[in-house]
């Protein structure tokens, strides 16, 4: 019986900056399916922070109700976390990256809970610029409940019991870019070349970043008439390859001209898209737009970076919030004293 | 690389380290479950039919597992394999009725020449098929280094008498208290088959080192003076005793001079300590019994004084290495250091003889002193119907080596008596079944434990010292052999791969404890080694490489540190993974030995 990863690492795990392996990152054992796609995100979460070299009580895990939703508790196990009512993971998301703002904020949801029950609060998230990240692992079905059409399923994909679905699916990657989302970018479960440095971009971004992840559910649509099956998700992917460079380490690849454009975030880390459409600029929502548009008509799973302004401004500075997190603040913080009321009420005469 | 083809055992045979290691390829991890289930007559019967002594190897053997055993290279130490064995032949009930008896007669006559390891071996594969054995031996008993060179205090009388009991009972005629002084004579004496299994019997010596022949009747050559204390014609020894020499054979002389009446037992050896042959475990127990182990020191002269042996002389030197590893033992200059003593034990290693060949015989050596055998498999000499095997075949090495040839030249003898090609070799006998149970759960315990390997108790030092026939080592006891078998990797419980079954999901990748699956695009061996989520350094674990999958890239998995716990096989949605136990038995003459004599 194994409810239980055996101890052993392999001796020879590489080390990251604070000294790290990767398993230093792991969560407990999954009880999600076996082959599920989340699984693979939550592998590539944990690569990612191994990769950028993030303490882990660094990190707080937020995350809702669903297959997703169940998905922090397998990877960081040494982070903060927080499981939230159904749908409404993003205020105390709001909450708590406005009461410590030195936490690095990773919100995990689903199609469920964000396209259906938690759509009201998602939207604001990004209205505020929230300054977190926010991964959906969207496989257009609702797993936890044997695999009913979520409102994320595809018009004209096959369900479980046989049923074609009649209605028109949310796009949340269109969605996040017509509201204004500061980062947007969509991968899949499978491709964790991509998600991996896609991940780390977002964590390194000011600002809300979203990544619409497609997630195969194994169980329930895994079969040849489902949109999201590891199969035709991969026979339909565009996948726009990207690279991430955090701040301190030397640029070793070397790109040929012309075939790649660079992103500098607010932190000097660079993103490098590698062209795969030779037209593609990712500062550019409208064009952004169009394009994930013309690839969901044809059929396309356009995947990547599709908008990024590395030089939004995040709630916290929008509310022009005290750069020390609630928790720091001390007495003579808070209660500056008659000395300074003083001084203010001078400023008002 | 090419995709790995599984379909040759040989694949599966070297994943399971410690059986590939041991050269009779005992199935290690299936009888250490068995231990686990406290079936501890399963579990000898499953050495007795692969190495034959599994109560004298379990406590006598030089274990080329251990230092094969994969736990060693996920943890401090290996699984204390041999010492489980142990507890499979303490442990088990009488067994006697389950072994095969002799065949119904096939006519076929052989002669067994030294009734070693070797021997017994041909006489228990080959008495169930109706041949008419006879064992030669000068000593009055069977068994011949293991009961004249190894020491009662490590392996009890009993035992030994038990385990060739088991064979000499089958039928086999003995012919002991008979030296074989002609090869000629045993050519015309109407056998099918000679098989020569007479060891490594004489000891080294320093014939030139002054003061030899004076000292002489205080100066030993360890394996006959061994064999003295074995068959009681040697009591006592001087208070003072040097034993020359850094292997086994010399660990065991110390210890035994201990019980004989040295009380300044000193080992002096050329080599450094590192360097000496003896396993490092039986260093460790000599040096437990108050023997020291001087290194670097090349014995000069014996020193005589009166015509009496009073000491030794030896320079001291130092190791110096080449740049190919070659070693020079290199005078530090200093004078000579004196070492007094009453008796020296010379057990600088042995070789070859066969002065009771003749040439005529037709038996060519090589110039080492080692018969000309056709390869080793066969164990062939260049008269076809004479055999070798043992220490007698390639020289001095161990039990379990000599039990090894012993199975392939029985084999051998068995095709030569049949008139059939010797190099057309029946193959292993192999089984590679499907272990699930249920969505979390293997026939075998998949999740390793964490403890750490057992110490085995020892008897009182006092005690043991006194009577030479106590003996030191207690063995494990029940609850203690079931951790320390729970230990086991369980590395038969195979990791079988289905290419057109995988989704690419990445479940196993994700999940694999000691990340030893990756999905890349293939390569050459030595770049795809580099391009593993952990490079795969040790090279001499072998990747387990599939065929095409749907996006191009293949699965590559490294063998080396995989901890068979199943969960690539668990968390794989489409069954691509699954866990296979493999038993392997290599080719024996008599296939199915046990089920037999059901």
Same mark, same amino acid.
């Given at each position: 019986?194994?409810?239980?990863?055996?101890?052993?690492?392999?001796?020879?795990?590489?080390?990251?900056?604070?000294?790290?392996?990767?398993?230093?990152?792991?969560?407990?054992?999954?009880?999600?399916?076996?082959?599920?796609?989340?699984?693979?995100?939550?592998?590539?979460?944990?690569?990612?922070?191994?990769?950028?070299?993030?303490?882990?009580?660094?990190?707080?895990?937020?995350?809702?109700?669903?297959?997703?939703?169940?998905?922090?508790?397998?990877?960081?196990?040494?982070?903060?976390?927080?499981?939230?009512?159904?749908?409404?993971?993003?205020?105390?998301?709001?909450?708590?990256?406005?009461?410590?703002?030195?936490?690095?904020?990773?919100?995990?949801?689903?199609?469920?809970?964000?396209?259906?029950?938690?759509?009201?609060?998602?939207?604001?998230?990004?209205?505020?610029?929230?300054?977190?990240?926010?991964?959906?692992?969207?496989?257009?079905?609702?797993?936890?409940?044997?695999?009913?059409?979520?409102?994320?399923?595809?018009?004209?994909?096959?369900?479980?019991?046989?049923?074609?679905?009649?209605?028109?699916?949310?796009?949340?990657?269109?969605?996040?870019?017509?509201?204004?989302?500061?980062?947007?970018?969509?991968?899949?479960?499978?491709?964790?070349?991509?998600?991996?440095?896609?991940?780390?971009?977002?964590?390194?971004?000011?600002?809300?970043?979203?990544?619409?992840?497609?997630?195969?559910?194994?169980?329930?649509?895994?079969?040849?008439?489902?949109?999201?099956?590891?199969?035709?998700?991969?026979?339909?992917?565009?996948?726009?390859?990207?690279?991430?460079?955090?701040?301190?380490?030397?640029?070793?690849?070397?790109?040929?001209?012309?075939?790649?454009?660079?992103?500098?975030?607010?932190?000097?880390?660079?993103?490098?898209?590698?062209?795969?459409?030779?037209?593609?600029?990712?500062?550019?929502?409208?064009?952004?737009?169009?394009?994930?548009?013309?690839?969901?008509?044809?059929?396309?799973?356009?995947?990547?970076?599709?908008?990024?302004?590395?030089?939004?401004?995040?709630?916290?500075?929008?509310?022009?919030?005290?750069?020390?997190?609630?928790?720091?603040?001390?007495?003579?913080?808070?209660?500056?004293?008659?000395?300074?009321?003083?001084?203010?009420?001078?400023?008002?005469? | 690389?090419?995709?790995?083809?599984?379909?040759?055992?040989?694949?599966?045979?070297?994943?399971?380290?410690?059986?590939?290691?041991?050269?009779?390829?005992?199935?290690?991890?299936?009888?250490?479950?068995?231990?686990?289930?406290?079936?501890?007559?399963?579990?000898?019967?499953?050495?007795?039919?692969?190495?034959?002594?599994?109560?004298?190897?379990?406590?006598?053997?030089?274990?080329?597992?251990?230092?094969?055993?994969?736990?060693?290279?996920?943890?401090?130490?290996?699984?204390?394999?041999?010492?489980?064995?142990?507890?499979?032949?303490?442990?088990?009930?009488?067994?006697?009725?389950?072994?095969?008896?002799?065949?119904?007669?096939?006519?076929?006559?052989?002669?067994?020449?030294?009734?070693?390891?070797?021997?017994?071996?041909?006489?228990?594969?080959?008495?169930?098929?109706?041949?008419?054995?006879?064992?030669?031996?000068?000593?009055?008993?069977?068994?011949?280094?293991?009961?004249?060179?190894?020491?009662?205090?490590?392996?009890?009388?009993?035992?030994?008498?038990?385990?060739?009991?088991?064979?000499?009972?089958?039928?086999?005629?003995?012919?002991?208290?008979?030296?074989?002084?002609?090869?000629?004579?045993?050519?015309?004496?109407?056998?099918?088959?000679?098989?020569?299994?007479?060891?490594?019997?004489?000891?080294?010596?320093?014939?030139?080192?002054?003061?030899?022949?004076?000292?002489?009747?205080?100066?030993?050559?360890?394996?006959?003076?061994?064999?003295?204390?074995?068959?009681?014609?040697?009591?006592?020894?001087?208070?003072?005793?040097?034993?020359?020499?850094?292997?086994?054979?010399?660990?065991?002389?110390?210890?035994?001079?201990?019980?004989?009446?040295?009380?300044?037992?000193?080992?002096?050896?050329?080599?450094?300590?590192?360097?000496?042959?003896?396993?490092?475990?039986?260093?460790?127990?000599?040096?437990?019994?108050?023997?020291?182990?001087?290194?670097?020191?090349?014995?000069?002269?014996?020193?005589?004084?009166?015509?009496?042996?009073?000491?030794?002389?030896?320079?001291?030197?130092?190791?110096?290495?080449?740049?190919?590893?070659?070693?020079?033992?290199?005078?530090?200059?200093?004078?000579? @250091?004196?070492?007094?003593?009453?008796?020296?034990?010379?057990?600088?290693?042995?070789?070859?003889?066969?002065?009771?060949?003749?040439?005529?015989?037709?038996?060519?050596?090589?110039?080492?002193?080692?018969?000309?055998?056709?390869?080793?498999?066969?164990?062939?000499?260049?008269?076809?119907?004479?055999?070798?095997?043992?220490?007698?075949?390639?020289?001095?090495?161990?039990?379990?080596?000599?039990?090894?040839?012993?199975?392939?030249?029985?084999?051998?003898?068995?095709?030569?008596?049949?008139?059939?090609?010797?190099?057309?070799?029946?193959?292993?006998?192999?089984?590679?079944?499907?272990?699930?149970?249920?969505?979390?759960?293997?026939?075998?315990?998949?999740?390793?434990?964490?403890?750490?390997?057992?110490?085995?108790?020892?008897?009182?030092?006092?005690?043991?010292?006194?009577?030479?026939?106590?003996?030191?080592?207690?063995?494990?006891?029940?609850?203690?052999?079931?951790?320390?078998?729970?230990?086991?990797?369980?590395?038969?419980?195979?990791?079988?791969?289905?290419?057109?079954?995988?989704?690419?999901?990445?479940?196993?990748?994700?999940?694999?404890?000691?990340?030893?699956?990756?999905?890349?695009?293939?390569?050459?061996?030595?770049?795809?080694?580099?391009?593993?989520?952990?490079?795969? @350094?040790?090279?001499?674990?072998?990747?387990?490489?599939?065929?095409?999958?749907?996006?191009?890239?293949?699965?590559?998995?490294?063998?080396?540190?995989?901890?068979?716990?199943?969960?690539?096989? @668990?968390?794989?949605?489409?069954?691509?993974?699954?866990?296979?136990?493999?038993?392997?038995?290599?080719?024996?003459?008599?296939?199915?030995?046990?089920?037999?004599?059901?």
């Amino acid at each position: 019986m194994s409810y239980y990863k055996p101890k052993f690492r392999h001796p020879n795990l590489p080390k990251n900056d604070l000294g790290y392996t990767v398993a230093d990152y792991d969560g407990s054992i999954s009880t999600l399916c076996a082959g599920c796609g989340h699984d693979s995100i939550s592998a590539a979460i944990r690569n990612a922070c191994f990769l950028s070299s993030i303490p882990p009580h660094k990190i707080a895990k937020l995350s809702g109700i669903g297959c997703s939703s169940k998905m922090p508790t397998y990877f960081l196990g040494k982070s903060h976390g927080f499981n939230s009512v159904h749908g409404r993971m993003p205020s105390v998301a709001t909450g708590a990256s406005v009461a410590n703002r030195d936490l690095i904020y990773l919100g995990v949801s689903g199609d469920g809970d964000t396209a259906s029950i938690g759509m009201g609060q998602f939207v604001h998230l990004i209205r505020r610029n929230v300054n977190m990240t926010y991964i959906v692992a969207n496989n257009g079905c609702y797993g936890l409940t044997k695999g009913q059409d979520s409102a994320t399923a595809d018009l004209g994909s096959v369900n479980k019991y046989g049923g074609t679905n009649p209605f028109d699916g949310i796009d949340l990657a269109s969605l996040a870019l017509l509201q204004g989302a500061s980062f947007v970018a969509r991968s899949f479960s499978g491709d964790k070349e991509q998600l991996e440095p896609l991940i780390r971009a977002a964590m390194a971004h000011r600002g809300f970043a979203f990544i619409d992840v497609v997630s195969p559910c194994v169980t329930f649509a895994n079969h040849s008439g489902s949109t999201k099956s590891y199969a035709a998700t991969r026979e339909h992917l565009d996948a726009m390859p990207v690279d991430f460079v955090p701040m301190r380490e030397e640029i070793r690849t070397s790109y040929r001209e012309g075939s790649s454009q660079s992103v500098t975030l607010h932190d000097g880390s660079i993103i490098h898209l590698m062209k795969a459409r030779e037209d593609y600029r990712a500062d550019d929502r409208t064009e952004a737009l169009m394009a994930v548009q013309s690839a969901n008509a044809s059929g396309d799973i356009l995947t990547g970076l599709l908008y990024l302004d590395p030089n939004s401004q995040d709630l916290n500075q929008t509310i022009n919030l005290a750069t020390k997190p609630l928790n720091k603040l001390g007495k003579d913080e808070l209660c500056p004293g008659s000395r300074v009321l003083n001084s203010i009420n001078e400023g008002l005469r | 690389m090419r995709a790995t083809d599984t379909s040759d055992p040989e694949y599966f045979h070297k994943v399971v380290d410690c059986q590939y290691a041991c050269p009779a390829h005992t199935p290690v991890p299936a009888y250490i479950r068995l231990i686990a289930q406290e079936r501890y007559t399963d579990a000898y019967l499953i050495n007795w039919e692969s190495n034959v002594f599994p109560g004298v190897l379990g406590r006598t053997c030089d274990r080329p597992c251990e230092p094969a055993c994969r736990r060693g290279r996920v943890e401090e130490e290996p699984v204390a394999i041999c010492r489980l064995k142990r507890v499979a032949a303490d442990f088990k009930d009488d067994v006697a009725a389950m072994l095969p008896k002799a065949g119904k007669p096939n006519g076929k006559k052989i002669a067994l020449i030294g009734a070693g390891p070797a021997s017994l071996t041909v006489a228990r594969d080959l008495a169930p098929l109706g041949y008419e054995l006879h064992v030669y031996d000068e000593q009055p008993k069977g068994g011949g280094f293991m009961r004249s060179q190894i020491p009662s205090f490590r392996l009890p009388e009993s035992v030994l008498d038990e385990e060739i009991g088991y064979i000499l009972d089958m039928g086999v005629t003995t012919v002991f208290d008979t030296y074989v002084d002609s090869m000629a004579e045993m050519l015309t004496k109407g056998y099918d088959a000679i098989f020569v299994g007479s060891g490594a019997p004489r000891g080294r010596d320093l014939p030139k080192l002054p003061g030899r022949q004076e000292a002489d009747a205080n100066i030993h050559i360890g394996i006959n003076w061994l064999s003295g204390v074995a068959f009681e014609h040697t009591k006592e020894i001087g208070k003072r005793v040097i034993v020359l020499g850094g292997g086994n054979t010399a660990m065991d002389c110390c210890r035994t001079s201990r019980r004989l009446g040295g009380e300044e037992v000193k080992v002096i050896v050329r080599s450094p300590f590192d360097d000496m042959k003896a396993s490092p475990w039986e260093k460790e127990d000599a040096m437990h019994e108050g023997i020291p182990i001087l290194d670097n020191h090349v014995p000069l002269e014996f020193v005589v004084e009166d015509g009496k042996l009073v000491g030794m002389k030896f320079d001291k030197v130092e190791a110096k290495y080449d740049a190919d590893g070659r070693r020079q033992l290199i005078s530090t200059g200093e004078a000579p @250091e004196f070492v007094p003593c009453d008796d020296v034990i010379i057990a600088i290693g042995q070789e070859n003889a066969f002065p009771w060949i003749e040439k005529e015989t037709g038996i060519r050596f090589t110039s080492w002193g080692t018969p000309i055998i056709n390869d080793d498999e066969t164990f062939q000499s260049t008269r076809k119907e004479v055999f070798f095997g043992g220490d007698s075949a390639f020289g001095p090495s161990n039990i379990i080596t000599a039990v090894a040839h012993g199975h392939k030249a029985a084999v051998s003898i068995d095709l030569y008596c049949q008139g059939k090609d010797l190099s057309k070799r029946p193959p292993p006998n192999v089984t590679l079944v499907g272990q699930k149970m249920g969505i979390h759960e293997w026939s075998y315990d998949s999740v390793p434990i964490l403890d750490e390997r057992k110490v085995v108790p020892l008897e009182d030092l006092t005690r043991s010292l006194a009577d030479r026939m106590v003996e030191v080592e207690l063995g494990f006891d029940a609850e203690t052999a079931f951790i320390e078998a729970e230990r086991c990797l369980n590395c038969d419980a195979q990791t079988v791969f289905t290419d057109a079954n995988c989704i690419e999901c990445d479940a196993c990748t994700d999940i694999c404890p000691t990340s030893c699956i990756t999905f890349t695009e293939n390569a050459e061996e030595p770049e795809l080694r580099q391009k593993l989520m952990v490079p795969a @350094e040790n090279e001499t674990q072998d990747l387990y490489v599939s065929g095409d999958l749907p996006t191009g890239r293949v699965m590559v998995k490294d063998e080396d540190v995989c901890l068979h716990c199943g969960l690539c096989a @668990e968390r794989c949605p489409t069954a691509a993974w699954d866990m296979q136990m493999f038993l392997y038995n290599m080719a024996k003459a008599t296939p199915n030995l046990l089920e037999g004599a059901k």
